[in-house]
DNA sequence: CTGGGGTCCT
DNA sequence: AGGACCC
């Protein structure tokens, strides 16, 4: 067969469904609280208007606009408070199973934003005229796509996705009508042969809307976006190295050479995005499975007391270990992040990120079945004492505490795979009770803030002889839990202080010390022998289950059977 | 005081 | 551990 022909025939496989929320947030906010439900409402986060609904969106109100600038716009905009997104997550979990009755190839990314791979349910609809697994029947008959479309259709695809874009089309329609029926949530939907032309498309026609683009329309799609930045994977960065070679629109980037864009952006980037630029992307569908990481973050406007930090951790930690339960799986590593304030410039604030096991013994599996949360809180505190000189003042603006790592909850006895698999991810992490071992020193005098400031905030009179003697303070947590666990009170006295205290924060400082933390015992060494020892075929066993962290390198042989560019 | 989440790559 | 990206 030529190799021309061959590329006609084969050209655009896949059909493919992009499903956004329409202003998500403000939808399910809608749905908590009826009565706004006629009035313009934004949803905020600290002094952000994250999202607004479509009445606010008369306004002139755009996301991620100040909540001084959106009621200066409409000032009888509603606010609700949108921070904790329990309820969020809640919607965006029932939102993905009503997907996944469709298929289970659904990309998600973030809580609104879905992809999904239907190209072998319109399959089985060309072969059968229905789906026995769905209860859905489409009318083959009718030729005409639900919804809007992009561009002219005349000439049909030799390829055949002319008629597999159509019956999408009617799918998308009958995702967005049962999610609708069962959540009352609307969703715009957009309908390509690839994810690039899905999600572009879809923003055409927003609230509770769909739009379908054929392949030959998609160089036009891509040439009616404005700026390069559009392109999703153009963040800013590569944004403003672009406008600084004078690349501002897809046109621009179509005129710049391969070659010569290579050196400006990287290889990977150039080619990715001189593909992009006609509509071209053969990124598959990857299915979201479980989450990497499980975090929670709190910003403020500074934080300048170890006792205040304890504090915000300590309940972001309570928060964080529901969630993991939840979750199911046992979490086998801790992220502290931080974010420092930056006032030399107006520079954006970079986080800074500390990371260590999770010893197994902090956990709900064994015995009590419930996190010990202050040995969780001198964990994190160990790990904001890696982060934070504490012996200079600081001020930070924003905590977050996060498990990256888990492990299946072994539902018994796989035994060998658990223990692998638990070795693997501890491996990775850094141990912090190895190195700097009696470590803590800085919290046994933590006043040493300010000591050398003139701020005269609240510790300067301080300098309470902090000394329990670190080496009375120096037992492990492995021997707390020897010990017996004390009752956790409802608060803590640190919390007790901080919610009655005023302007003088005296020398009560001193019984606010974090009780010690001391090195804990981690992480047991893998032992790479172990599984070199097991015959072949069941280290393959064992190696297929460990959670992913290689990924197949993404050589789509259909690159080879695209038209040549 | 640009939010509160996430992902993957280097 | 940080960076860039997504929503």
């Known amino acids: 067969m030529d190799s021309i022909e061959f590329d006609a025939i084969i050209r655009h496989p896949r059909t493919i469904i992009h499903i956004d929320v329409d202003c998500f947030y403000a939808q399910v906010e809608m749905l908590r609280h009826p009565e706004l439900q006629s009035k313009p409402l934004g949803v905020q986060q600290k002094n952000i208007v994250v999202t607004s609904n479509y009445l606010a969106r008369e306004y002139g109100i755009k996301k991620c606009m100040s909540v001084e600038e959106a009621l200066q716009l409409c000032p009888e905009l509603a606010l609700v408070n949108g921070e904790d997104l329990t309820h969020y997550r809640h919607y965006s979990a029932k939102i993905l199973k009503i997907l996944h009755r469709f298929t289970p190839l659904v990309e998600r990314l973030g809580f609104d934003d879905n992809f999904l791979d239907v190209t072998s349910i319109v399959q089985k609809y060309m072969n059968s005229g229905n789906d026995s697994e769905l209860n859905i029947s489409i009318n083959m008959e009718d030729e005409h796509p639900v919804g809007k479309v992009f561009g002219p259709s005349e000439e049909e695809c030799p390829c055949g996705c002319h008629s597999r874009l159509i019956i999408a089309s009617k799918i998308a329609a009958e995702i967005r009508e049962q999610i609708y029926k069962d959540l009352h949530i609307t969703c715009s939907a957009g309908i390509g042969h690839n994810k690039l032309l899905a999600k572009l498309v879809g923003l055409l026609h927003k609230p509770n809307q769909q739009t379908l683009i054929f392949p030959c329309s998609a160089a036009m799609l891509l040439s009616t976006i404005e700026s390069v930045s559009k392109i999703p994977g153009v963040g800013q960065k590569t944004t403003q190295l672009l406008m600084s070679n004078n690349i501002k629109t897809v046109d621009d980037l179509r005129k710049t050479p391969l070659e010569a864009l290579e050196k400006k952006i990287g290889i990977d980037l150039a080619r990715k995005l001189k593909d992009n630029a006609e509509g071209i992307d053969e990124t598959v569908v990857k299915p979201t499975g479980k989450r990497q990481s499980i975090g929670l973050e709190d910003g403020f406007k500074s934080v300048s007391l170890i006792a205040e930090v304890e504090s915000r951790l300590g309940a972001l930690l309570r928060r964080?270990?529901?969630?993991?339960?939840?979750?199911?799986?046992?979490?086998?590593?801790?992220?502290?992040?931080?974010?420092?304030?930056?006032?030399?410039?107006?520079?954006?604030?970079?986080?800074?990120?500390?990371?260590?096991?999770?010893?197994?013994?902090?956990?709900?599996?064994?015995?009590?079945?419930?996190?010990?949360?202050?040995?969780?809180?001198?964990?994190?505190?160990?790990?904001?004492?890696?982060?934070?000189?504490?012996?200079?003042?600081?001020?930070?603006?924003?905590?977050?505490?996060?498990?990256?790592?888990?492990?299946?909850?072994?539902?018994?006895?796989?035994?060998?795979?658990?223990?692998?698999?638990?070795?693997?991810?501890?491996?990775?992490?850094?141990?912090?009770?190895?190195?700097?071992?009696?470590?803590?020193?800085?919290?046994?005098?933590?006043?040493?803030?300010?000591?050398?400031?003139?701020?005269?905030?609240?510790?300067?009179?301080?300098s309470s002889p902090i000394s329990k003697p670190i080496g009375t303070n120096n037992q492990t947590v492995d021997d707390d839990v020897l010990n017996e666990i004390e009752p956790l009170p409802k608060k803590t006295r640190l919390e007790v202080w901080l919610s009655g205290r005023r302007e003088s924060p005296s020398n009560e400082m001193a019984d606010l010390r974090l009780s010690p933390s001391s090195p804990m015992q981690l992480s047991p060494k893998i032992d790479a022998a172990v599984l070199k020892s097991l015959p072949i075929d069941i280290q393959r066993e064992v190696t297929r289950s460990w959670p992913t962290t290689s990924k197949p390198k993404s050589n789509n042989i259909l690159k080879y059977f695209i038209a040549n560019k």
């Open 320 to 462: 964080l270990t529901e969630l993991a339960m939840e979750d199911g799986r046992i979490p086998v590593a801790m992220r502290l992040t931080v974010r420092k304030h930056d006032f030399n410039k107006s520079a954006s604030g970079k986080r800074e990120t500390r990371q260590c096991a999770l010893p197994k013994h902090l956990l709900p599996s064994s015995k009590s079945g419930i996190y010990d949360h202050a040995k969780m809180l001198a964990l994190a505190m160990k790990l904001f004492h890696r982060t934070v000189d504490v012996s200079k003042p600081f001020h930070l603006t924003l905590l977050g505490v996060a498990f990256t790592k888990f492990e299946e909850r072994s539902s018994g006895k796989n035994s060998i795979t658990s223990f692998l698999r638990k070795q693997v991810a501890v491996q990775s992490v850094l141990d912090i009770s190895s190195e700097e071992g009696v470590s803590d020193i800085n919290l046994g005098s933590p006043m040493s803030v300010n000591q050398d400031s003139n701020d005269g905030s609240a510790m300067s009179t301080t």
